[in-house]
Nanobody
Framework: QVQLVESGGGLVQPGGSLRLYCAAS????????MRWYRQAPGKERELVAE????????SYADSVEGRFTISRDNNKNVVFLQMNSLKAEDTAVYYC????????WGQGTKVTVSS
């Protein structure tokens, strides 16, 4: 069964940095394009970043382009999201998932950007 465990969230001041982690299991991780999503209070879940199966290609939402970096370690079945120059509007619960999801979602990890 697919398992996705996000971690690394917390409280950060505007302009600060945070690194998120997603530990995946239950599928052949190296074969899947992976994504990070986020859901802010009162908002629908949105796609923020994507990385292809071998890490060769990445893409980002306009709102995070130039500030966030998605990466992965296929030996450890982990996908990362390095978040720099954080803004208050980045406050959300962050989730990882496959591009072609099984329908399972993990618990997410909460990021709060506030002074």
């Amino acid at each position: 069964q697919v398992q996705l465990v996000e971690s690394g969230g917390g409280l950060v001041q505007p302009g600060g940095s945070l690194r998120l982690y997603c530990a995946a299991s239950g599928f052949i991780f190296r074969s899947y394009t992976m994504r990070w999503y986020r859901q802010a209070p009162g908002k629908e879940r949105e796609l923020v970043a994507e990385i292809t199966s071998n890490g060769g290609t990445t893409s980002y939402a306009d709102s995070v382009e130039g500030r966030f970096t998605i990466s992965r370690d296929n030996n450890k079945n982990v996908v990362f999201l390095q978040m720099n120059s954080l803004k208050a509007e980045d406050t959300a619960v962050y989730y990882c998932n496959r591009r072609f999801t099984s329908g399972y979602w993990g618990q997410g990890t909460k990021v709060t950007v506030s002074s």
